[in-house]
Nanobody, 119 residues
Framework: QVQLVESGGGLVQAGESLRLSCAAS???????VRWFRQPPGKEREFVAA????????YYTDSVKGRFTASRDNAKNTVYLQMNSLKPEDTAVYYC?????????????WGQGTQVTVSS
């Protein structure tokens, strides 16, 4: 089983940037590495995905042009660069992997990292 550890969350002002990291141990990532987020009082939602093998990416509409997913195969780590952050991006961000469709969560989750964007 893979262990996922996120880091990089924090408190920023609107318009600023953060870079989240998701490091895998135990085994490498599965086909897709996905980012989900759970805003306060809301359900968890898909944010972005990256193909571990090809590096191809996919984003939900609300973050297109602002967020960029990338990977470092040598470090077994995936990143989510978040620019032009908005208050509505405030959420706990989770890394996810495992078999499944592009935007559907697999079985492996990290513990989450809090991102808070103030206006």
């Amino acid at each position: 089983q893979v262990q996922l550890v996120e880091s990089g969350g924090g408190l920023v002002q609107a318009g600023e940037s953060l870079r989240l990291s998701c490091a895998a141990s135990g085994r490498t990532f599965s086909t897709f590495v996905r980012w989900f987020r759970q805003p306060p009082g809301k359900e968890r939602e898909f944010v972005a995905a990256i193909s571990w093998s090809t590096g191809g990416t996919y984003y939900t509409d609300s973050v297109k042009g602002r967020f960029t997913a990338s990977r470092d195969n040598a470090k077994n780590t995936v990143y989510l660069q978040m620019n032009s952050l908005k208050p509505e991006d405030t959420a706990v961000y989770y890394c996810n992997t495992g078999p499944g469709l592009l935007t559907i969560a697999g079985p492996d989750w990290g513990q989450g990292t809090q991102v808070t964007v103030s206006s």
